[in-house]
T-cell receptor, first 111, second 112 residues
Framework: DIVMTQTPLSLSVTPGQPASISCKSSRSLLNSDGKTYLYWYLQKPGQPPQLLIYEVSNRFSGVPDRFSGSGSGTDFTLKISRVEAEDVGVYYC????????FGQGTKLEIK | EVQLVESGGGLIQPGGSLRLSCAVSGFTVSGSYMSWVRQAPGMGLEWVSVISSGGTTYYADSVKGRFTISRDTSKNTVYLQMNSLRAEDTAVYYCARYAWFGGQGTLVTVSS
């Protein structure tokens, strides 16, 4: 099974400042089709996870451009260029290279 | 418009059975990978099961042998049959199309 490890597990950020979350997988997420099956989600309280980034770096429809994803192989990063109040919640990475598995989640709070 | 609506949750005693439904519109379940993901109270997301567009099914070790994923193409609905339920199966259950969660989930509570 592929294990996903996120760091940090919590983050407190001043509005307007950047934020970064790391996600490491226990094996490469690069598939033979050339795609890398790594996704990022934000879950706000009482809501389902909302897809932010698919296949490492592609923003989903309607996602603000302050969110960006990068990485390759086993190391991935989600960056928020300027945090806003509406960005609070728990961020998850997910792989679908082999079945699916999620990171533990990173809770983002506003200072 | 693409929509997913989960239903079928409720309170069930340990050892009991429940069938969850995920009714979709705007696409066909037969042409998509459909997954079930759950979230226990206050916890993170846990993948449960997936059915491929070709009909192949996969399960997390925690539910293998107890849960069965299936689909009815005439109703454009995906199901999760859950048997031998345990307290640790208590969670909100979400269905997803590929990586997209479109519904609010359905709560399953296993308790005596």
């Amino acid at each position: 099974d592929i294990v996903m490890t996120q760091t940090p597990l919590s983050l407190s950020v001043t509005p307007g400042q950047p934020a970064s979350i790391s996600c490491k997988s226990s094996r490469s997420l690069l598939n033979s089709d050339g795609k890398t099956y790594l996704y990022w989600y934000l879950q706000k309280p009482g809501q389902p996870p909302q897809l932010l980034i698919y296949e490492v770096s592609n923003r989903f429809s309607g996602v603000p451009d302050r969110f960006s994803g990068s990485g390759s192989g086993t190391d991935f990063t989600l960056k928020i260029s300027r945090v806003e109040a509406e960005d609070v919640g728990v961020y998850y990475c997910m792989q679908s290279m082999q079945f699916r598995s999620f990171g533990q989640g990173t809770k983002l709070e506003i200072k | 418009e693409v929509q997913l609506v989960e239903s079928g949750g409720g309170l069930i005693q340990p050892g009991g059975s429940l069938r969850l439904s995920c009714a979709v519109s705007g696409f066909t379940v037969s042409g998509s990978y459909m997954s079930w993901v759950r979230q226990a109270p206050g916890m993170g997301l846990e993948w449960v099961s997936v059915i491929s567009s070709g009909g192949t099914t996969y399960y997390a070790d925690s539910v293998k042998g107890r849960f069965t994923i299936s689909r009815d193409t005439s109703k454009n609905t995906v199901y999760l049959q859950m048997n031998s339920l345990r307290a640790e199966d208590t969670a909100v259950y979400y269905c997803a199309r590929y990586a997209w969660f479109g519904g609010q989930g359905t709560l399953v509570t296993v308790s005596s």
